[in-house]
């Protein structure tokens, strides 16, 4: 179906009840038995269209995945995307994804304490000028909530072409005393393994021959265990 104004974006959302999630208050805490089962749940909080959250459901059917943005056309779009891509690959639709209307400055209406177990941030608003800080989605008051919502194997990945976010970023990771690992400047001359998936802007400014920066945050107690082992 085209989405055709706000009556055909409308009227897809009813018609995607199963993928499209416009209460998540209502879920708060029940996420698992939305899906039916205790696997983990992965976040990815502005979305946009949901290439990298759709394609991400399908290549890893053991992981639950959310995808979050606050535009109905945008959740619109991203079912269209995700039932374009079962098409594509001649598969039945997918239970492990969810596509979520919602503001991520409520995310503690949406998630409980330690429901989820990792957060992706892909390409966020950059918020250049310095008094919109606070409105970076790795602002200290983020990454709180961040901490709330993420179990004990948690972790945040972060990708980027903004050197300013990214600056702000790492500052605001390691003022919390955060661990940080694999931080890349130049993610794709630094080599991406075949599993890495793209997200629609990273895709854009790839062919443009623009840098993306990456790290990845471990939150969780294991994560940190685990990792520090990983080196000893
Ligand atoms: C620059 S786009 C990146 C889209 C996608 N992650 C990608 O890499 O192609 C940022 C997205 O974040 C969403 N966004 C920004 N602030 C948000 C908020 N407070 N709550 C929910 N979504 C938000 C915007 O609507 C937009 O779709």
């Known amino acids: 179906m ?14 995607q009840s199963q993928l499209a999630v416009l209460e998540p208050e209502t879920y708060k805490g029940k996420w698992n038995e939305l899906f039916g089962n205790d696997r ?18 399908l290549n890893y059917p053991e992981v639950n995945f959310i995808g979050v943005d606050m535009y109905d056309e945008l959740i619109a ?23 979520v209307r919602a503001n991520i400055e409520f995310l503690e209406k949406m998630f409980a304490e330690d ?7 892909n390409f966020s608003d950059p918020w250049p000028k310095n ?16 901490k709330r919502a993420l179990n004990e194997k948690g972790e945040i ?7 300013t976010l ?41 062919n443009k021959g623009m840098n993306i920066h990456r790290v990845e945050v ?6 940190l265990h685990n990792y520090r082992t990983s080196l000893s």
């Open 77 to 99: 779009r991203a079912c269209e995307k995700a039932c374009s891509l079962w098409e594509e690959q001649g598969v039945e639709p997918r239970s492990n994804l969810k596509l």
């Open 157 to 163: 990945h972060l990708k980027t072409d903004s050197e």
């Open 166 to 206: 990214f600056e702000f970023s790492l500052n605001s990771f390691a003022q919390m005393g955060l661990q940080m690992r694999d931080i890349s400047l130049n993610l794709h001359r630094d080599g991406i393994n075949e599993s890495h998936v793209m997200t629609e802007y990273e895709q854009k400014f790839v």
């Open 40 to 57: 983990p749940i992965y976040v990815e909080l502005g979305m946009g269209k949901g290439q990298f959250v759709s394609q991400m459901s």
């Open 131 to 146: 008094r919109h800080a606070r409105r970076r989605l790795t602002h200290a008051r983020f990454i709180e909530k961040y």
């Open 115 to 121: 429901e989820i177990e990792r957060v992706y941030l």
């Open 2 to 15: 085209r989405l055709r104004g706000k009556r055909g974006v409308k009227e897809l959302l009813e018609q």
């Open 218 to 223: 471990l939150i969780g107690a294991q994560a």
